[in-house]
């Protein structure tokens, strides 16, 4: 069974500094992995998509790395920004439809 | 554009009682769609999806169900709450394919007394 994890569980920060999230999966074998965005009761915003075969992909001040082998990805925020502030999860894809595998999170606080 | 509507977005409701959440997508044909839960201090738990009307995959056994009574909508039910059944709901589609980005609903939250 596939079993998501995310360190650390909590960060804070202040405005301005670079910061990295870590995710690890136990079972190689995925599809994709993607970082998601989660702002106080709200949904999820999709941020990056790595397709397995795929070893980052950047979009804006966000990196996003894939290691299949070692089961592992990172998330880098460059010039971290009040609006920062949100729950970032990762989810790995294992393929056919039947949807994600989501890890807990890092609630991340970036202070002003 | 393809959008996605999940209501309603916070309902109580007591033990016992029944729940229908229903999600609806606009804008895209045929899509998988999913019902996700994220309990307190937990994450998101994967309760069923479907690649087509009337097709329902459940993940995992529990005191909900759902239906997919049209193309684009998909109905989270419950004859009967239990307190365990609180949390936040999420609703999310993606086009047919297992490499596309997945799209979440705003969520719905339940909280059971």
């Known amino acids: 069974k596939q079993e998501v994890t995310q360190i650390p569980a909590a960060l804070s920060v202040p405005e301005g500094e670079n910061l990295v999230l870590n995710c690890s999966f136990t079972?190689?074998?995925?599809?994709?992995l993607q970082w998601f965005r989660q702002d106080p009761g709200k949904g999820l915003t999709s941020l990056l998509l790595?397709?397995?075969?795929?070893r980052e992909q950047t979009s804006g001040r966000l990196n996003a790395s894939l290691d299949k082998s070692s089961g592992r990805s990172t998330l880098y925020i460059a010039a971290s920004q009040p609006g920062d502030s949100a729950t970032y999860l990762c989810a790995v894809e294992r393929g056919g439809a039947d949807g994600l595998t989501f890890g807990k999170g890092t609630h991340l606080i970036i202070q002003p | 554009s393809q959008t996605i509507h999940q209501w309603p977005a916070t309902l109580v409701q007591p033990v016992g009682s029944p729940l229908s959440l229903e999600c609806t997508v606009e804008?895209?044909?045929?899509?998988?769609l999913y019902w996700y839960r994220q309990a307190a201090g937990r994450g998101l738990q994967l309760l069923f999806y479907s690649v087509g009307i009337g097709q329902i995959s459940s993940e995992v056994p529990q005191n909900l169900s759902a239906s997919r009574p049209q193309d684009r909508q998909f109905i989270l039910s419950s004859k009967k709450l239990l307190l365990s059944d609180s949390g936040f709901y999420l609703c999310?589609?993606?086009?047919?394919?297992?490499?596309?980005?997945?799209?979440f609903g705003e969520g719905s939250w339940l909280t059971v007394v």
């Open positions: 790595i397709q397995s075969s795929q």
């Open positions: 999310a589609w993606r086009s047919q394919g297992a490499r596309n980005t997945i799209y």
């Open positions: 079972d190689s074998a995925i599809y994709n």
């Open positions: 804008g895209t044909s045929n899509p998988n």
